[in-house]
DNA sequence: TGGACAAGCTTACAACGTACATGTAGCCTA
DNA sequence: TAGGCTACATGTACGTTGTAAGCTTGTCCA
């Protein structure tokens, strides 16, 4: 058993920092951030809790690197598109990001330090609305504006009783069922006639909102009234 | 000590719900959510950790009676404005309740059944666009468009490494010196000529996207393109 | 061959939410 | 006035969490 090079008995692959990050990312995918110990984690690798600590300087650290990664997955501002279609694509891909990973919103305000991903978009959204033609202000009312809503909408998107889909439509129903006409009767219209109405979803409400955000931007820029 | 009506050897007063959520609320604004624990809510009541469980039937129902609670600070849309000014005051409102209570925005999305402040307050708003000439489809879109924006900005305000104000200029200046300038040159800029600028205060974007939002909505309601 | 060093393991502890059993004060009924 | 019911507070205890400290071991260079 003291084989210099063997075949390492059970071919255990050594741990690093990336493997770590990537399979905590999956168990917080899978189980929700909640469920996400490190000693699951260790578990999951194979490992002692501790051992991750060779790797990760405490649990924040751990969380702020897989902020970081998940950032790295959303697609860039191109700049081959103007600013608008390069904006409203990147925002959907951040939508989607958050959607595979749901986790991620709830833990970027505690995220005191961003990573070097996170520095690279934001710092390529910023150089889209330039040179787009924003001035240096109207650049941080249309970043500030554009990702409030983003960010808002996947938070909303998760609170809700009702997620759009077959099943939630049940729910939504034994909620109608519960709720008192009479004391609330714009939501049990909204539910009655619209959200239990077949088809309905609300993702869908995404790239409403996000259009009317990027044309007001868009108009904000052209009439030049906030370079205060 | 068998006094039958004693003045109650400490005026001890009784516990109930309220003021087991009223002391919660006030924890949580000064330690921020992490710091209350079940042990420090009852030693600031004057009581074990155990007896919090007479009035609230877990910890999660406590958080959930807090979010209530908050939720009844909300100024609600009044009736004698119009729809958008009555919004607009509405919108503020949320926001103001949210710098007061930045813990309540990071727990609305785990608050699985709304309380009934919460569902008035909601159902008060749909009713307010709905009375604004909004078609129930628009009516979906707008709550979720301006709601999305609303508590997206909280969310934003608080992640922020730079805050506004006097000594958050300083976290902002070192962070500028340790960015390297080539590899991030937006935000750098913006860093430089704006959030370093005196009287910059990022909280003042706010009206900005909300004004945005709500002059959209109008838009589209005029326009009714979503009928859908 | 030896010894340094990085990486994993073992043990331990304080803080957390909360189950369960016990105590007790105050009101209702007889 | 006595007895007992109910509501509420306490005491103790357990399992889970993050992580400090010290130990062991596999690997590589001198």
Redesign the pocket.
């Known amino acids: 058993?003291t084989a210099?090079?063997?075949p390492?008995t059970e071919a255990r692959l050594?741990?690093n920092r990336e493997r770590v990050l990537r399979t905590a990312i999956r168990l917080a995918d899978e189980g929700g951030i909640e469920r996400?110990?490190?000693?699951?984690l260790?578990e999951e690798l194979g490992?002692?809790?501790?051992?991750l600590?060779?790797?990760v300087s405490?649990?924040?650290d751990l969380l702020n690197g897989m902020i970081d990664a998940v950032f790295g997955e959303i697609e860039l501002p191109s700049h081959g598109d103007d600013w608008k279609t390069a904006m409203r694509k990147r925002s959907v891909s951040v939508r989607d990001m958050l959607s595979r990973h749901p986790w991620a919103n709830g833990l970027m305000d505690s995220g005191t330090n961003p990573g070097p991903a996170t520095l690279r978009h934001h710092d390529r959204v910023l150089g889209t609305f330039r040179n787009g033609g924003f001035s240096i202000a109207m650049t941080a009312h249309a970043f500030a504006a554009l990702d409030s809503y983003i960010y808002g909408f996947a938070r909303q998107e998760k609170g809700l009783p009702f997620d759009g889909g077959e099943q939630a439509a049940a729910t939504a129903q034994t909620m109608l069922a519960h709720l008192p006409v009479d004391e609330y009767p714009y939501l049990v219209e909204l539910m009655a006639k619209h959200v239990l109405q077949r088809g309905y979803d609300y993702s869908n409400e995404f790239t409403f909102g996000l259009d009317l955000v990027l044309d007001g931007l868009e108009r904000a820029r052209d009439s030049g009234q906030a370079d205060a």
């Not at 996400?36 to 699951?40: G, I, P, W």
């Not at 490992?47 to 051992?51: G, K, L």
Request: glycine share 4%; hydrophobic share 40%; proline share 0%.
């Open positions: 058993m210099k090079r063997a390492a050594r741990l996400l110990t490190m000693r699951k260790g490992v002692e809790a501790m051992s600590y060779n790797h405490n649990k924040e």
